[in-house]
């Protein structure tokens, strides 16, 4: 992932996969997706990262502030932002219907362009959705995994859908990372919890903990805590 001290803990995201990274505000999602994908373009990966919460400048700006050049790749091609504004418009089941159908219909048609397909988040897009296009938005996504190798890394808010939802969603994933955020010593600080991580080649139990120094980007805290 581009981050030694995160590499020995979670051993990189196994390719290809379908992962769901869950966390509230401000618990780090955007800064996880990114240090993931500073690591796959750093490693001659092709991406897509799709952002419902940045322009592509702002996001390469915050990028590269971090130390995580993407500037080349993004020159190159390799790196490719789509930035959808999805605050203004005035949602309905059936806008949010037609909105997801686009959206993997766009993944598809790049599908042999990029290896990666970062999707960060997928929250305002679900919330109108109704249960069964939500499920269906999922099953393509594994569709995708399963047929021409695509790793997906998805983010979301856990009050975006219901309960019962959100595990029929887990369940079509293969990796499952709750962040959050954890009072330690009077000092607050963001947490990992690997979920679940098929075919990773190592998944720790610990609960990671880390900052985000303006300099490295993630930075693991060397004291950890039990798990829960
Ligand atoms: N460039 C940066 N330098 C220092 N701290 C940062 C930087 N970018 C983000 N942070 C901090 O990292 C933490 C996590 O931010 P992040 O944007 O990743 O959260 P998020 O889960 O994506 O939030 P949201 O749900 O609002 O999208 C926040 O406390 C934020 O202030
Ligand atoms: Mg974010």
């Not at 932002?81 to 598809?108: E, F």
């Not at 999707?119 to 938005?137: K, P, Q, V």
Request: overall charge positive; charged content about 15%; proline content about 3%.
């Amino acid at each position: 992932m581009g981050n030694q001290a995160l590499d020995k803990k979670i051993g990189g995201i196994p390719l290809p996969s379908l992962s769901l990274v869950e966390g509230a505000n401000d618990t780090g999602k955007s800064i996880f997706v990114q240090q993931v994908t500073y690591g796959a373009l750093s490693s001659g990966k092709k991406l897509l990262y799709i952002t419902t919460e940045e322009t592509s400048g702002g996001l390469i700006n915050n990028m590269e502030r971090l130390n995580w050049n993407v500037t080349d790749p993004f020159i190159t091609g390799h790196f490719k932002v789509t930035s959808l504004t999805t605050g203004s418009m005035s949602w309905d089941s059936q806008v949010a219907k037609y909105y997801l159908i686009a959206l993997i219909n766009y993944i598809k048609q790049r599908g042999d362009q990029f290896h990666i397909v970062v999707l960060d988040s997928i929250t305002h897009l679900l919330t109108h959705a109704t249960d069964s296009d939500i499920l269906n938005f999922f099953t393509q996504c594994r569709y995708l995994v399963d047929t021409i190798g695509q790793t997906f890394m998805i983010t979301l808010h856990p009050y975006a859908l219901n309960q019962e939802l959100l595990i029929r969603v887990r369940s079509f994933c293969d990796g499952h990372i709750i962040l959050g955020i954890k009072n330690i010593r009077d000092k607050n600080v963001l947490s990992i919890n690997i979920a679940k991580l098929k075919g990773a080649s190592k998944t720790t139990n610990e609960l990671i903990l880390y900052e985000v120094s303006p300099v490295y980007g993630i930075k693991i805290l060397p004291f950890s805590s039990a798990r829960g």
